[in-house]
């Protein structure tokens, strides 16, 4: 066994091309989050010289590398553009195998970053990423030559800067890597089962004519299963073509997924079935969709009380045939479809928190000293994950003291991620309220959830004040007005290793700091 290892730096004079042309669908700050990995393309080997070549494409960047490796002196040499980034990896070659080894930095600025990382981003061209990963290639060889038997390979990536994940790729639609699933859908099959179809002709005072038909549809290929329901009315003597919903199968996060349309003809009890679905159950690149079609007449057993007729009939085999079959891009069929700004992104890259509700509530008179405030307040992100915000309150605020942190209380029975702690300090002069809170997303990585900490500073809107009946000053924000404000000194953790990264500390190219770099 040959062990090849390549360390090359190169410049970062041209960093902002790297981040501004950037065809992939999420743009070069989300891919980098979401699918930190690499393709390689057109693998070579030559084992008895101990050399391999290989083209290497960052997926999130969409830059290439030219990698030849030579065991004579134990370097490699990589070739490309001089962007911004240092890149190290290693090629072990086996008999049939080979495992590629890649460790990389990079910079993306098609982002704008909060104050707390301008420094870094003006130092060095961009918000800064560190990924490494392995993958194993499949060799042919003929002799001591050796090339990939794949199209293109995958190398999947967990990142260590600026947050210590490994991304949660999407499961993609049910039944992709069924075995046999690309075999069986050269002939298609389906099961129904549990077929129910009542008929209802109704008698005016105590029922109304109805029809309606449902049963499970299980695709012999991929073993998934759809659940198909209707209700309809038609009249006696007609057989219409009634389309029937089924659902299931259904992953919003997911590139592709599985769509079933099925007809019913009420009278004839014909069945026509029009399904797509995907396979890549025996190479990951080599992924396909298939779109196969399907009929029979269903053999219902029926009958009749009083003005409804039931009809029941199982595991009725319906075969059917494919229609077309279409190579999708490699290794696409777990990728995520390339969302708005959620939990993590938003934390590193711009994070801040919408306040509304606030409420300061105290005694009347010349000597009161202290007084109860609340106010509601939740992180702001792209999508839906926070839409409802978390109400914080303590009841003994001291006024006239600007310094003292409040521990801030949740309502009743909540256990929120964000914030998951919260503390204030509130300034009545200068009606400034300062928030400290630590909140935790897991929304890239469930299992390795990063905990956020910071301070959000703002000036309170004006405040509407009233003396209410049991001799207490009222002082309320307008109700439903939100507003929102930038939290700084952001500092975050791996709940699991413990390690903190802050904007100053993250390492530039030769000098490694933290406790996950290395």
């Known amino acids: 066994m040959a062990i090849l290892k390549s360390i090359f730096l190169l410049t970062f004079a041209a960093a902002s091309a790297l981040a501004q042309t950037q ?39 969409n830059y290439t590398l030219d990698i030849s490796c030579q065991a004579e002196d134990g370097t490699c040499l990589a070739s490309g553009p001089q962007y911004g980034l240092t890149f190290a990896g ?49 060799l042919v060889c003929d002799g001591d030559g050796c090339k990939t038997s794949n199209p293109v390979d995958l190398v999947k990536g967990s990142l260590s800067e ?19 699933c690309g075999t069986l859908s050269k002939t298609p099959k389906w099961t129904l089962g549990t077929i129910i179809f009542i008929n209802e002709t109704g008698d005016g005072p105590s029922a109304i004519q109805s029809q309606s038909i449902q049963f499970q549809v299980t695709n012999e290929a991929t073993g998934h299963v759809v659940g198909c329901l209707n209700y309809f009315l038609a009249g006696p003597g007609e057989d219409p073509r009634l389309q029937i919903n ?45 779109t196969g079609t399907g009929s029979t007449t269903l053999p219902l057993n029926c009958s009749t009380e009083s003005t409804t007729t039931y009809c029941q009939a199982d595991r009725v085999s319906v075969q059917g045939q494919a229609l077309s079959e279409t190579a999708l891009a490699p290794y696409s069929i777990e990728d995520h479809i390339p969302t708005v700004d959620g939990c993590t992104i938003s934390s590193v890259v711009s994070p801040s928190g919408v306040l509304g ?4 509530d105290k005694s009347t008179g010349d000597d009161v000293s202290s007084a ?46 964000a914030p998951k702690t919260c503390s204030f300090r509130y300034d ?27 301070v959000a500073t703002t ?41 903190v990264y802050r904007a100053s500390d993250w390492p530039i190219p030769g000098r490694r700091s933290g406790a996950n770099a290395g």
């Open 23 to 61: 065809p992939a669908p999420g743009g070069c700050t989300t891919n980098s989050f979401t699918i930190p990995s690499w393709f390689v393309h057109n693998f070579t080997a030559n084992l008895a010289q101990h050399h391999a070549h290989y083209t290497l494409v960052n997926r999130a960047t």
């Open 90 to 138: 290693a090629v072990e070659l086996k008999a049939t195998t080979a495992i590629v080894h890649v460790d990389e930095w990079w910079y993306c600025n098609d982002r704008t970053t909060t104050k707390a990382y301008q420094s870094v981003r003006q130092a060095y061209d961009g918000l800064h990423f560190r990924a490494s990963g392995n993958a194993s290639i499949p």
């Open 162 to 180: 600026p947050v210590a994940i490994t991304p949660a790729y999407a499961e993609g639609p049910p039944g992709h890597k069924n075995p046999g």
């Open 246 to 290: 089924c659902g299931g199968g259904t992953d919003r996060k997911s590139r592709y997924n599985i769509r079933t349309d099925a007809v019913f003809y009420p009278r004839s009890w014909k069945f026509e079935i029009n399904e797509t679905w995907y396979c890549d159950d025996v190479d990951s690149a080599k992924p396909v969709s298939i």
């Open 357 to 360: 509700n606030f409420e300061l």
């Open 372 to 417: 109860a405030i609340s106010f509601n307040v939740r992180l702001n992100t792209q999508n839906s994950l926070f839409d409802f915000p978390v109400f914080v309150y303590h009841d003994d605020v001291k006024l006239g003291d600007a310094e003292t942190w409040y521990p801030g209380s949740f309502g009743a029975g909540e256990q929120p991620l």
């Open 428 to 454: 009545d002069k200068t009606q400034e309220i300062a928030i400290k809170t630590d909140w935790v997303c897991i929304d890239i990585d469930p299992e390795h959830p990063v905990q956020f900490s910071g």
């Open 459 to 499: 000036k309170l809107p004006q405040l509407e004040c009233e003396q209410t009946d049991y001799g207490l000053a009222r002082c309320v924000s307008a109700q439903g007005y939100t507003w929102s404000s930038p939290v700084s000194n952001v500092t975050w953790k791996s709940l699991e290793a413990g390690s």
